[in-house]
């Protein structure tokens, strides 16, 4: 198991010098620029490869980004990351630019594996290097990558993609999954979940597995759902439905459902099913219950309806996800 050199290709947003949405790089920095050598050593070296390395400046809103590499730099590296492109990218006004492009497929030649962060996938589609492959990005842009590249396998339902040498993954946060997964790849499960503590989230996703965006709760200022999704989360065990849902928030069921799929991306029964089995998750991973009692508990019910449940969410059974992601220190009782 080894770290290497990971090179991230910062692109240009056309206007000069380079502006970035920083979430995405800055997730890939975080992972692998910040040397955590008492996890294991070495740690990765990191490589800023752009267009026109050099310090640049500010041409609008954002930020520019020094690049000590031009994009020659792609190549050598064992890890290659491509971060978001611009939006003119994505929307089709402009191509991703060909000196990229080359660069990518360059890079892939030489053996690197490559890897794209939200519409970085869109870079990868360009260089032909998604073709006849699983692949995905933001949902928001999902249905742009599918029309704009007919060849490439678009997956709007997965958190991310690994496909061996080309690893996808979809907008923000999910973007910290794959570079997560990466470093369970390179250094082993024990070195990920240290590294996933330290940055304050769950590592208990892997690549391979039919992973599913979690539904988040819709934004505190929405009064009319958040007060019953919090209600419902707290109440997993109780038979809840969507009619006793939508009248506790004080709509009609249609309304509920209509809204809800508007903020969350997903049904009702959909959603309560992500958030039971994001209980037993929890349960699995932080106590020692049964399967049966953790079934009741996430209000899956049986054992029986846990394990089916469970299986196709997640892609491991409930016994193997605890084998696998069980935290360390003194298990509880789940009380």
Known sequence: MTAGTVAVAVVQDGSGPTHWEMY????ALAVFGIPHRDLADPWYALRLCGPDPGPGGPDGPGFAVRTD??????????TVIV?????????????VPADLVDALREAAASGARMVSLCTGAFALAAAGLLDGRRATAHWQHAAQLAARHPRVVVDDSVLYTDDGNVLTSAGATAALDLCLHLVRRDLGAAVANQLARRLVVHAHRTGGQAQFIEAPLPPSDDDS???VLQWAIEHLTEPLT???LARR???????????????TGTTPLQWLLQQRIARAQTLLESTDLPVEQIGERSGLGTATNLRRHFARAVGVTPTA?????????PPSTGR
Request: aromatic content about 6%; overall charge negative.
């Open 83 to 95: 971060p978001s492109v611009p939006e003119d990218c994505v929307d089709g006004d402009r191509d």
């Open 242 to 244: 969507v009619d006793g």
């Open 69 to 78: 590499h031009g994009l020659e730099g792609l190549v050598g590296a064992g």
């Open 24 to 27: 995405e790089m800055s997730i």
């Open 321 to 329: 996800y605890r084998a696998a992601f069980r935290t360390s220190g």
């Open 249 to 263: 928030a004080r709509m009609s069921p249609r309304t509920f459902h209509r809204r809800l799929h508007e903020t």
């Open 225 to 227: 759902l958040s007060p």
